[in-house]
């Protein structure tokens, strides 16, 4: 077993902080993990932490989001799962579910669909439907025209319901989205939800943007004879422009904090008090947090991020 992959699971249920090691941390994710590791240690679950490394990354990055998160004083139980050691589970699933008539080969670009008529209703980008029911004809035209397909799932629903603890039952909808991409990638939305079934992770805390893609990811686990997870979709962080948090936003990393004199400690105490658990300029430790935590009394609005605050 590579010391990336997942080890035996534990009896216990988990939760777990998930980053794109694409650069490092900016205060916005590392306020995610804070609430994903006090919701996980504050139920008695797990805490575990996965590399969602499919897509592009930067060397060295994963590394530097290690260490920013132990110096905030985040723990986790070992290994560091990477998915890019997982690829094999990905494509056996996914050949299972094609044995069952669960898949389909898709040749369409994004603007294909884009421009395509879509059902009354469906959301904007929704997959019409147009490579379902290809002919096997067909679908060899397509390839002998040089354009690789996509690998996307058979939707036996139009919209599916999640438990969410901060915004309750949301119910969203579920197309033939896509779960291996034309270049051979396992897509994201297969590759979580494989990684959190087997990982025991019954409990996701992320970013409310997440929180439409919920429903495809909690079909999907079905699908694959799982339970969904619980999920707790929370608020963002937006800069000034109420634009969401990104590292062009100035200095939003603890490295930039850093070379401005703010120090760990005191992005933990802004952090803490933008989730209504410390006052303003009250220093605090995630031991502590943990003590004060109550999932009703967090915001619900999104924190807004301006440089002031460093003041």
Known sequence: MS???????????????????SGDLHVGNLRTA??????ARTSGRRFLLRMENLDRTAVGSDQRQIDD???????????????????DRYRALIDDLTRRGRTFECFCT??????APSAPHSPPGAYPGTCRHLTAEERESKR????????RIVSDVDEFSVVDVLHGEYTGAVDDFVIQRGDGTPAYNLAVVIDDAEQGIDQVVRGDDLLPSAPRQSYLTTLLGHTPPVYAH?????????IRLSKRDGAVTLADLAARGVDTATVLDHIAASLRLAEPGEHVTL?????????????????????????
């Open 3 to 21: 010391a990336h992959e997942p080890a035996a699971q534990s009896a216990l249920p988990a939760g777990r902080y998930a980053p794109s090691p």
């Open 34 to 39: 804070v609430l994903a590791w006090l919701f």
């Open 69 to 87: 998160l132990h110096a905030l004083g985040i723990d986790w139980e070992p290994p560091v799962v990477y998915q890019t050691d997982r690829l």
């Open 110 to 115: 994004r603007r294909e669909i884009l421009e």
């Open 144 to 151: 002998a025209a040089g354009r690789p397909p996509a690998i």
């Open 234 to 242: 929370v608020p963002m962080v937006l800069n000034d422009k109420q």
């Open 287 to 311: 031991a502590d947090l943990a003590q004060r935590f109550d999932p009703t009394k967090l915001p619900t609005q999104p924190w807004i991020l301006t440089d002031d605050e460093w003041i």
